[in-house]
């Protein structure tokens, strides 16, 4: 039995709908109410801790309550509180984070467009290819390819290039020219007797076909994450990106690296492309850009791109293409201020000294019965739950990850279940005892999910 409504989730019940969520069930449920946050701790309305094992949405990299950044973003305010980029205006705060980003960003990155989320920058992409194909007297080539399990985002393009169910049913989408390739999960997708390299292979292989099959003249870009993040932390096997990287240099495929939740040290680089090794023309940021105290997000693009976009927009009188709030100069003082901090923790130091910590817990959980697979890099992983270890997974896909989300948070730790994929992403300030604090209640909350399974009959 669910306990009746608070007058607070009564209230949200009646004011609000909810992203991602299911408002039927939350009718009965209620919604939780977040009312501060401390470190790597939220507080709901009772002033019950949480450790926020999730930064949030993958997003909150110096955890709650930075005092630096509120007192960035309280000077911005006084001195110059909003101004635009439009028709030739600019401020110091967008020109001196786009100077930073350009610094940090592999691929030597020569401009930066802003705009306020990750579903924006990648909706700034696909126009950007398709301005520069046009530009280029390319008309035909427009195809993007993204992956199935890839999350880019839910603004119609972004959307369509995200590769689960949930994002196009009922909602008339992918686009038209929206393709997606195979998912680089070895431990689900290999074929009997099939090594990793064999699968990799396999994958740029399939990549080249449907490159083929659709035209290379058709085809404009490949979109991915370094690590699939919504999906379920999927990680590539060795080999993966340089085999794809190969097959889009073949056919003049540009290469579009989502790094919205990999950007700024996650993955114990600055950018997940130098983790998994892979060259990109353009680059998504958003998130950790401001350690999500503002909503900010950037697109880099190199040289190549620049000068033909630039050279195009002269031809038109104009670059036809920008947001209000693209480069909001509160929310840029506050990016420079978390490059800032990230720096002076020296932050791809910490998060891959805080690696094999984070990674012996997952190791040491993936002997549980109820665990299929543990894995990732630098400070994100995540457990699959799985029947008898099989990746074949649930016949009732969710139930099971759904239920060891709720128990983990009765013991007072925020996980999310991707389908039955529990992740794990916490703020990249955590210390080594807080990562064996976040981890403490998992293997009560496996026993206690495994046995509710099998009472459920979900183990087969
Ligand atoms: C890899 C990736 N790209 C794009 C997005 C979309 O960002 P936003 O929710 O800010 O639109 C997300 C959000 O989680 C993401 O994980």
């Given at each position: 039995?669910?306990?009746?409504?608070?007058?607070?989730?009564?209230?949200?019940?009646?004011?609000?709908?909810?992203?991602?969520?299911?408002?039927?069930?939350?009718r009965?449920?209620?919604?939780q109410?977040?009312?501060?946050?401390?470190?790597?701790?939220?507080?709901?309305q009772?002033?019950?801790p949480?450790?926020e094992?999730?930064?949030?949405?993958?997003?909150?990299?110096?955890?709650?309550?930075?005092?630096?950044?509120?007192?960035?973003?309280?000077?911005?305010?006084?001195?110059?509180?909003?101004y635009?980029?439009?028709?030739?205006?600019?401020?110091?705060?967008?020109?001196?984070?786009?100077e930073?980003i350009?610094?940090?960003a592999?691929?030597?990155?020569?401009?930066v467009?802003?705009?306020?989320?990750?579903?924006?920058?990648?909706?700034?992409?696909?126009?950007?290819?398709?301005?520069?194909?046009?530009?280029?007297?390319?008309?035909?080539?427009?195809?993007?390819?993204?992956?199935?399990k890839?999350y880019?985002?839910?603004?119609?393009?972004?959307?369509?290039?995200?590769?689960?169910?949930?994002?196009?049913?009922?909602?008339?989408?992918?686009v038209?020219?929206?393709?997606?390739t195979?998912?680089?999960?070895?431990?689900?997708?290999?074929?009997?007797?099939?090594?990793?390299?064999?699968?990799?292979?396999?994958?740029?292989?399939?990549?080249?076909?449907?490159?083929?099959?659709?035209?290379?003249?058709?085809?404009?870009a490949?979109i991915?994450?370094p690590?699939?993040?919504a999906?379920?932390?999927?990680?590539p096997?060795?080999?993966?990106f340089?085999?794809?990287?190969e097959?889009?240099?073949?056919?003049?495929?540009?290469?579009?690296?989502?790094e919205?939740?990999?950007?700024?040290?996650?993955?114990?680089?600055?950018?997940?492309?130098?983790?998994?090794?892979?060259?990109?023309?353009?680059?998504?940021?958003?998130?950790?850009?401001t350690?999500?105290?503002?909503?900010?997000?950037?697109?880099?693009i190199?040289?190549?791109?620049?000068?033909?976009?630039?050279?195009?927009?002269g031809?038109?009188?104009?670059?036809?293409?920008?947001?209000?709030?693209?480069?909001?100069?509160?929310?840029?003082?506050?990016?420079?201020?978390?490059?800032?901090?990230y720096?002076?923790?020296?932050?791809?130091?910490?998060?891959?000294?805080?690696?094999?910590?984070?990674?012996?817990h997952?190791?040491?959980?993936?002997?549980?019965?109820?665990?299929?697979?543990?894995?990732?890099?630098?400070?994100?992983g995540?457990?699959?739950?799985?029947?008898?270890?099989?990746?074949?997974?649930?016949?009732?896909?969710?139930?099971?990850?759904?239920?060891?989300?709720?128990?983990?948070?009765?013991?007072?730790v925020?996980?999310r279940?991707?389908?039955?994929?529990?992740?794990?992403?916490?703020p990249?300030?955590i210390?080594?005892?807080?990562?064996?604090?976040?981890?403490?209640p998992v293997?009560?909350?496996?026993?206690?999910?495994h046995?509710?399974?099998?009472?459920?009959g979900?183990?087969?």
């Open positions: 039995m669910n306990q009746p409504l608070s007058n607070s989730q009564m209230r949200d019940a009646e004011a609000l709908l909810h992203p991602y969520s299911n408002a039927v069930a939350l009965q449920t209620g919604v109410i977040i009312e501060r946050g401390e470190g790597i701790h939220v507080f709901d009772s002033g019950r949480y450790i094992a999730m930064s949030g949405l993958w997003c909150a990299g110096l955890g709650f309550g930075n005092p630096e950044l509120v007192e960035a973003a309280r000077a911005q305010m006084e001195k110059l509180p909003f635009h980029l439009f028709s030739g205006k600019s401020h110091e705060p967008a020109v001196e984070l786009a930073k350009k610094a940090l592999p691929g030597r990155m020569a401009r467009f802003y705009q306020s989320s990750g579903s924006e920058a990648n909706e700034t992409q696909v126009k950007m290819v398709w301005y520069y194909n046009n530009a280029l007297g390319r008309p035909d080539k427009k195809k993007i390819i993204a992956r199935v890839g880019h985002g839910v603004t119609i393009v972004a959307a369509s290039m995200t590769g689960l169910p949930y994002n196009h049913k009922d909602f008339d989408l992918p038209d020219r929206i393709k997606h195979s998912t680089p999960h070895y431990w689900k997708g290999a074929l009997e007797d099939e090594t990793e390299a064999e699968f990799a292979q396999r994958m740029a292989a399939d990549l080249e076909a449907m490159i083929i099959a659709e035209g290379p003249d058709t085809v404009a490949f991915a994450e690590v699939m993040g999906g379920g932390v999927i990680l096997p060795d080999g993966y340089p085999a794809i990287a097959v889009c240099a073949r056919y003049d495929v540009l290469m579009i690296s989502d919205v939740i990999c950007g700024f040290g996650r993955t114990g680089e600055w950018f997940g492309a130098q983790t998994l090794d892979y060259p990109c023309t353009s680059i998504s940021m958003a998130k950790q850009l350690g999500a105290y503002l909503p900010l997000s950037a697109v880099a190199n040289l190549d791109m620049a000068e033909v976009i630039e050279a195009n927009s031809k038109h009188g104009t670059f036809g293409h920008g947001f209000t709030y693209g480069g909001h100069p509160v929310g840029c003082a506050v990016g420079l201020k978390t490059l800032e901090i720096e002076r923790l020296d932050i791809t130091a910490r998060v891959r000294g805080l690696a094999p910590r984070f990674h012996a997952l190791e040491r959980l993936s002997a549980h019965p109820l665990v299929g697979e543990a894995r990732g890099v630098g400070l994100i995540a457990l699959e739950l799985a029947p008898g270890k099989s990746p074949k997974g649930f016949d009732a896909p969710g139930k099971v990850g759904a239920k060891m989300a709720a128990e983990m948070l009765q013991h007072g925020i996980v279940a991707m389908t039955d994929s529990i992740g794990f992403c916490p990249m300030i210390t080594e005892d807080q990562i064996d604090e976040m981890f403490a293997e009560a909350s496996l026993d206690a999910t046995a509710w399974a099998a009472a459920e979900h183990l087969g």
